[in-house]
């Protein structure tokens, strides 16, 4: 069973900078999508960044495009998501997720309930204004 575990989360002032990471146990796939979730207190789940082995466009949400950087180090079964200029309504829970299949696509595998096959149990970001 995969397991997914990140790190990294804090309280950082707006316009400061974090690293998230999320170790996985395995990842025994040829094929996969991973990426990083938020949510927010009172607001539904949102898919931040994603990527899957079967797409080359990796998918970013409207509202951290240009600030948030996603990548991999396939070595340590790492995936780390680079936070730049935080705002106040960056503040959210963080959870990386996972799929054994990366047929969606980086966006479907984002924006979709139910695409998801393991989740982490999450960090949280805290961004004072």
């Known amino acids: 069973e995969v397991q997914l575990v990140e790190s990294g989360g804090g309280l950082v002032q707006a316009g400061g900078s974090l690293r998230l990471s999320c170790a996985a146990s395995?990842?025994?796939?040829?094929?996969?999508?991973i990426g990083w979730f938020r949510q927010a207190p009172g607001k539904e789940r949102e898919g931040v960044s994603c990527f899957a082995s079967t797409d080359s466009r990796t998918y970013y949400a409207d509202s951290v495009k240009g600030r948030f950087t996603i990548s991999s180090d396939n070595a340590k079964n790492t995936v780390y998501l680079q936070m730049n200029s935080l705002k106040p309504e960056d503040t959210a829970v963080y959870y990386c997720?996972?799929?054994?299949?990366?047929?969606?696509?980086?966006?479907?595998?984002?924006?979709?309930?139910?695409?998801?096959?393991?989740w982490g149990k999450g960090t949280l970001v805290t961004v004072s204004s």
């Open positions: 395995e990842f025994p796939f040829d094929d996969y999508a």
């Open positions: 997720a996972a799929a054994a299949t990366g047929y969606a696509g980086s966006r479907i595998f984002c924006v979709s309930d139910d695409a998801q096959d393991y």
